[in-house]
Structure formats: structure tokens, C-alpha cells
């Protein structure tokens, strides 16, 4: 009797082929080998490689779930980059793979479009992490605005070989710093956020019964 391989070990195969072969280049049958698997087992598993991508980005959805501690004294924009830094911590382990596939991802524009829908969905999982609703009309402008600083950060990761991801750190400060003055802008800042940003107006006493 096969014991079944655990869904990471061919998580871990997918990306090894891809990042040897590409997307275009990429056989079910390779995954199997790479995996040791037979090839009837890889299919108990997953049925396509795109099943495969799908797994890939609820496990790391999960990843950065399980690590996130609530954090009330932090500000919102400050969430935000320790979220998607933590999501990227999770890409780092099959970075060459997963480069490979942003870089083939402009000569696959179906693959494009499969990702669209799922890459707000995670954005939205990454907004409840940090502490934002991503619920309503809001919060789908928020998931919007999310997916570009995404993006962004991606892009910078893609090229950023250093242990420390400092290019990456910083493209993600400028981009979450642009969502941000986008938000204020459309008077969709967080409450926190805008109380933050505005001062505290001195009452006068002599108008305060007209206040009150």
C-alpha cells in the first residue's frame, strides 16, 4: 500500500520543476518524478497544476494567518507591511519557482486572469490580519487598493536578491505610503488612521454650549 505524500512535499516539486522548466514547460509527469510519487498518486492529490497553484496560495494565506498576534497599539499601515512581509517570508522558500512564474506570467495571460480573482480573495484573508474589514463596498475598494501594493512589493522581490529584502522593504513602504494618501483622499482611511492624522481641535470655552 502507497503512503500518501503529504500535499507540501509536492508543493515543494512543483516549484522545483517550474523554476527548471517554466510554465510552459511544466509536465504533471516531472511533478510526480520529482516528488518520488507515481503519478496516480500525484492525481489523488491534485488534478491539474493549476489544483496545485491553488493549494500553494491557501497554504500561504494559512501561514500568515497562524502567525499574525494582534497588535492594538500598531497602526493599521504598520499591520499592513508586517502582513505582507510575512507573506512574502513564505514565498522565500520556493523563490526560484515562484520568480520564474512572474516572469513567465506575461506570455500566459489565462494564467493572468486565473489569478486575478484569487489574488484579492488572499488580500482580503491579508486585511483581516490586519485588523481592516474587507466586507462591503469599502472593503472591496480596500482589497482593490490591496492588490496593487501587492503587486508592487512582488515586483520588487522579484529582483531583490539580498538576505535582508531592504529594495523589497522599501518598495512596499512607498506603495502602502501611496494606497495611503489614496485612502485619505477618498475618505477611506481607517478611523484609527485618520484620527491619527488629525489633530485634536482646541474647544473654545466660551462656544463650548453651543458645542455641547
Not at 92 to 116: H, K, S, T
Amino acid at each position: 500500500m502507497i503512503t500518501p505524500a503529504p500535499d507540501q512535499a509536492i508543493l515543494g516539486a512543483f516549484w522545483r520543476v517550474l523554476a527548471g522548466s517554466g510554465w510552459h514547460g511544466l509536465t504533471l509527469r516531472a511533478v510526480a518524478a520529482e516528488a518520488g510519487l507515481p503519478l496516480a498518486e500525484l492525481r489523488r492529490h491534485f488534478a491539474t497544476p493549476l489544483h496545485i497553484l491553488a493549494a500553494h496560495q491557501r497554504a500561504v494565506d494559512a501561514a500568515v494567518l497562524e502567525g499574525t498576534i494582534e497588535d492594538l497599539g500598531s497602526t493599521p499601515r504598520d499591520r499592513l507591511f508586517d502582513v505582507l512581509m510575512r507573506r512574502l517570508d513564505a514565498l522565500q522558500p520556493d523563490r526560484a519557482g515562484v520568480v520564474r512564474l512572474l516572469r513567465d506570467l506575461p506570455r500566459a495571460p489565462l494564467l493572468a486572469l486565473w489569478f486575478a480573482p484569487r489574488n484579492a480573495s488572499s488580500m482580503a484573508w491579508m486585511l483581516e490580519a490586519a485588523g481592516l474589514d474587507a466586507a462591503g463596498p469599502r472593503g472591496l475598494l480596500r482589497v482593490q487598493g490591496l492588490v496593487g501594493v501587492w503587486l508592487a512589493a512582488l515586483r520588487a522581490w522579484e529582483k531583490d536578491e539580498s538576505e535582508d529584502l531592504s529594495a523589497t522593504m522599501a518598495a512596499l513602504d512607498r506603495a502602502l505610503d501611496q494606497a495611503d494618501r489614496a485612502a485619505r483622499w477618498f475618505g477611506m482611511a481607517p478611523r484609527e488612521a485618520a484620527a491619527e492624522a488629525e489633530p485634536v481641535a482646541e474647544t473654545d470655552p466660551e462656544s463650548a454650549d453651543e458645542v455641547i
